[in-house]
């Protein structure tokens, strides 16, 4: 134990004073420290990596259900040796959607009672397990209320202790008599999956393309502990919330795009009719080829439908081509002047001159376009893009999820010793950060990052102020020195208007070749004030070509690239559906996903995500919390605890009895 001289008691009067309070007796601050050093040694709890969840909701749930596969090695590490490889997976779908497995069970069981004595049985086990790197008292927290008694009963009775074999087995029977057994496994199999993943981590993109990030975002609100990493597409998101009519724009189109109208109709209650009459009224005759929806095999559009679709994602397109031209034209210091496009095309004889070249265009019909100032909303253009600004701001729901990004969200994070971002590090090609100016002032590394999150912070939270500007969470999305994006352009316009290829190129900034040198990935551990030796850096953003061969783990191990796709629309380009990361007091291990098919299989069949988990790091000695952040943090409060100890000993501090 610490020990302090009156003077440093002295110097720290106040703040004991205060402590004081909360730990009114010598008993109460000793017990405090007891508990605090016992939990020092406790393994480190389970942290999942997830990434580029891109609003696929379903494969995110059976991911969080499955926990990676980790939900499933519990089970087996438990009773493996007692169950078939049928029962094992028949007991892990019951784990991941207790609902529906029980009606399955209920209409094929015969002996129901039996299977339900079995069946809990069977879990406690698992979540006696599940249960056994933490406190009690973590335990008790994560207990559903009207259970809690008897799940801890359970937990900590042994069926084989004697004189409490018939205890045990009389709350199980009670359990079913009372027709309490769906709930009791539903509520169980809750606090399984909760144990199982101490932590989560989303290192960016949960909107956009999919049709559930809405969704997503409601279970990351449920969810006990998560922290998100801005990526590219929700700061496009945050902006649109933030009443920026460039991200709005953009938001609709992609929206539009993919057909996911769901999510802003129902999802947030974004009120489309003004686009939808707007678009039919000007495009009308316009079949809008090069407009209609990229629709997955699942989706079935009436051509109808896909007639208006096509039509309001022309007309949104023009609008945002004609907002993001004079959101560059207002920030000439964001020097993106390679983006002023409108002003380059030939309206007479519709062709473009990008850089030196001139391509044709794949249009011809630009009814709302001035070739004088083909940046200029039309009167009509700008009453549909206000009104839906006035929606955006309005939808409670989009506003609460956006306010859940500003609170759990950053650009970047560091979290045991590991540093996590969406998407790259401004960098010069030399290997040196590179100096950029904001608001007058050239930052690098850490500190621009800093720079960038205030001002992010600022733009949105001042969204009501007059003067406030929001086109820094636009220039988050597409410049190139955006962290959250790290492309030298955003080719949208080029992919819309120009059927050649060679303009569509995007090209990764330095930061891309660079890291995957060791010596650069540490120099990045460094600045960010965290050790290289056993730091990593974690991304997503970049699609892991794994077909073509491409490997996840980069610059040695230092570097763990995630984003294998969860994005359904990119899965034919990675070859699979997804890494996942895993760190557990063991080291840190990597998971890669085969699509997911669907929760009816899931339950029908017991087919899992097939997924191959791979050992990316083992740790020498097992990880102890006191090896993380917490355990830093309650080795703080050890020490103020002692030095409390020390002035009631002392009479420095009276014990207030
Ligand atoms: O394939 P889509 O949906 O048309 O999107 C293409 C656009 O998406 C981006 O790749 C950004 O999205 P990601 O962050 O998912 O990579 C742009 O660079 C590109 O212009
Ligand atoms: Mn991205």
């Not at 690239?561 to 895993?582: H, P, R, S």
């Amino acid at each position: 134990m610490n020990q302090f001289n009156v003077k440093e008691l002295i110097a720290e009067q106040d703040y004991l004073e205060l402590l004081s309070r909360r730990f009114p007796t010598i008993s109460k601050a000793a017990t405090e420290v007891i508990n605090l050093k016992s939990i020092l040694n406790l393994p480190k709890g389970t942290e999942h990596f997830l990434t580029d969840l891109h609003g696929e909701y379903e494969a995110f749930n059976h991911v969080m259900n499955n926990g990676s596969g980790v939900v499933k090695r519990r089970i087996i590490d438990t009773l493996g040796k007692f169950l078939s490889q049928n029962e094992i997976n028949d007991l892990a779908s019951l784990i991941y959607y207790p609902e529906e497995k029980l009606q399955l069970v209920k209409d094929q069981e015969e002996n129901l009672s039996d299977w339900y004595e079995i069946s809990i049985y069977r879990l406690i086990q698992v979540c006696r397990d599940a249960s056994s790197k933490y406190t009690r008292s973590k335990v008790r927290k994560a207990l559903p209320v009207d259970f809690a008694y008897i799940i801890e009963e359970l937990l900590h009775e042994d069926e084989y202790r004697f004189n409490k074999k018939d205890y045990y087995n009389q709350i199980i029977q009670t359990i079913v008599e009372l027709d309490r057994a769906d709930d009791f496994i539903i509520a169980i199999s809750a606090v399984i999956k909760r144990l199982t993943v101490d932590h989560l981590h989303i290192i960016g993109d949960v909107y956009d393309r999919g049709p559930g990030p809405h969704i997503i975002m409601d279970t990351l609100i449920n969810h006990h502990s998560a922290d998100i990493q801005w990526g590219n597409h929700d700061i496009l998101w945050m902006g649109a919330a933030a009443g920026d009519r460039s991200c709005i724009s953009n938001v609709l189109r992609i929206s539009l795009r993919y057909a996911n109208m769901d999510i802003l109709e129902e999802g947030y209650g974004i009120n489309l009719f003004p686009l939808a009459t707007f678009a039919m009224n000007t495009y009308q005759g316009d079949n809008c080829q090069k407009f209609k929806p990229k629709l997955s095999a699942d989706d079935i559009v009436p051509d109808a439908d896909i007639d208006l679709l096509a039509k309001m994602h022309k007309a949104i397109s023009i609008i945002q081509f004609k907002l993001e031209h004079e959101t560059v034209l207002n920030h000439p210091e964001y020097e993106m002047q390679d983006r002023l496009l409108l002003d380059k095309i030939n309206y007479d004889d519709y062709t473009i001159t990008i850089g030196s070249d001139v391509y044709k265009l794949n249009l011809r019909t630009f009814p709302t376009i001035d070739p004088k100032e083909p940046w200029k909303l039309t009167a009509e253009e700008k009453s549909v893009i206000d009104k839906l600004r006035y929606s955006f701001l309005k939808s409670e729901k989009l506003q609460k999820h956006i306010r859940f990004m500003f609170a759990k969200g950053s650009i970047y994070l560091r979290y045991n010793n590991n540093l996590l971002f969406h998407a790259s590090i401004p960098m010069n090609p030399d290997g040196t950060f590179k100096k950029i100016k904001l608001k007058g002032l050239e930052k690098t590394g850490k500190e621009l990052l800093d720079q960038m999150e205030q001002m992010a912070r600022e733009a949105y939270f001042g969204r009501e102020k007059k003067n406030n500007s929001t086109d820094f969470l636009w220039y988050l999305w597409c410049h190139q020195d955006s962290p959250l994006f790290g492309k030298d352009k955003m080719a949208t316009l080029e992919r819309y208007l120009v059927d050649d290829k060679k303009p569509h190129k995007e090209n990764y900034t330095p930061y891309y070749l660079l890291v995957n040198e060791e010596k650069t990935a540490k120099m990045i551990l460094e600045e960010f004030g965290l050790d290289p030796e056993t730091g990593h850096i974690i991304n997503g953003h970049v699609p892991v070509k794994v077909g073509k061969g491409e490997n996840p783990i980069k610059a040695n191990g230092k570097l763990l690239v995630i984003d294998g796709g969860f994005a359904k629309a990119y899965q034919k380009e990675t070859g699979i559906a997804g890494y996942t990361l895993i760190y557990n007091s063991y080291g840190l291990l990597l998971a890669s996903h085969e699509p997911f098919e669907s929760v009816e299989k899931a339950v029908n069949d017991g087919i899992d995500i097939r997924s191959t988990v791979r050992v990316v790091e083992k740790v020498v000695d097992r990880k102890k919390i006191s090896d993380t952040d917490i355990g830093s943090n309650l080795k703080k409060q050890i020490y103020y605890l002692e030095m409390l100890l020390s002035a009631f000993h002392k009479g420095v501090i009276k014990e207030k009895i």
